[in-house]
């Protein structure tokens, strides 16, 4: 697809993706969604993003490749498991650590490290699935 509209309007599709994937990622513990989800929308945005730019830009605004992304997700999401063994809880026990930054209080869990590593896994998955399916010859088809 190579009308200009969309080659005009993707950049600014792919962004809003991008950041409504973290924010569906980050709220998924309490609320529907998750990383899983996150993860889906986020390769969704670099499908539209391969569309309108062609897969060269995709890997080169990337910089990192996608299933190495996915492999740190795996390592993320099996580390935030281990943790719990440290304390002698059962696997995958959740633990919270409280950072006080200024007047604030964010709360940090192995939940949310767990969200983050399946969102990685999914999201350099599909994104290396998408970007084999557009093609790597750089032509159109």
């Known amino acids: 697809m190579s009308t200009v509209i969309f080659r005009t309007l993707a950049p600014m599709i792919v ?4 950041v ?8 998924g513990h309490n609320d ?3 990383g899983f989800i ?8 670099m499908g539209v993003f391969a569309m309108a730019s062609g897969v060269a830009e995709v890997r080169r605004a990337l910089r990192i490749d996608p299933m190495a992304i996915a492999g740190f997700g795996v390592v993320m ?8 063994l440290f304390i002698d809880a059962p696997f995958m026990t959740s633990i919270w650590f409280y950072l006080e930054i200024g007047d604030a209080v ?23 699935i998408a970007l084999s399916l557009e093609g790597d010859d750089g032509g159109d088809v």
């Open 15 to 18: 962004a809003l993706m991008l």
């Open 20 to 27: 409504f994937s973290v924010y569906v990622c980050l709220r």
């Open 32 to 34: 529907p969604g998750g």
């Open 38 to 45: 996150g993860g889906l929308i986020a390769a969704a945005s």
């Open 77 to 84: 999401a099996g580390a935030s498991g281990l943790i719990s």
């Open 106 to 128: 964010v709360p940090l869990s192995t939940p949310l490290f767990f969200d983050l590593g399946v969102y990685c896994v999914v999201f350099g998955t599909l994104s290396t």
